[in-house]
């Protein structure tokens, strides 16, 4: 599994984002995907993940209401559809993916793309 993440940038607080998420996942093989953050001086954190084939999707209680994501997987891509931007949301954000299964790892990971809302 090899992920790369892109979209980051500059915004207003208020505004919106959209990063995404290029996946190279082997054929038949079942990855949850999800976004991870961490801002400057803080541990990397959970923001949200989806299944394997878009079924569901989990979010932490901060963004919840403010961003949506979106797998793709004819694309092989995943969205993280940010609105509603606060500063505090400014961070790197990272694309990770895990084998589905009970109590595994987020195993694979890409590389972080900078989010920076200005206030």
């Known amino acids: 599994v090899q992920l790369q993440a892109s979209g980051g940038g500059l915004v207003q607080a208020g505004g919106s984002l959209r990063l995404s998420c290029a996946a190279s996942?082997?054929?038949?093989?079942?990855?949850?995907l999800g976004w991870f953050r961490q801002a400057p001086g803080e541990d990397r954190v959970f923001v949200g993940s989806?299944?394997?084939?878009?079924?569901?999707?989990y979010y932490a209680d901060s963004v919840k209401g403010r961003f949506t994501i979106i797998r793709d997987n004819a694309k092989n891509t995943m969205y993280l559809q940010m609105n509603n931007l606060k500063p505090e949301d400014t961070a790197v954000y990272y694309c990770?993916?895990?084998?589905?299964?009970?109590?595994?790892?987020?195993?694979?990971w890409g590389q972080g793309t900078q989010v920076t809302v200005s206030s």
């Open positions: 990770a993916g895990k084998l589905v299964g009970l109590g595994r790892p987020w195993d694979y």
């Open positions: 996942i082997r054929t038949k093989t079942r990855v949850t």
């Open positions: 989806v299944g394997w084939n878009g079924d569901y999707t």
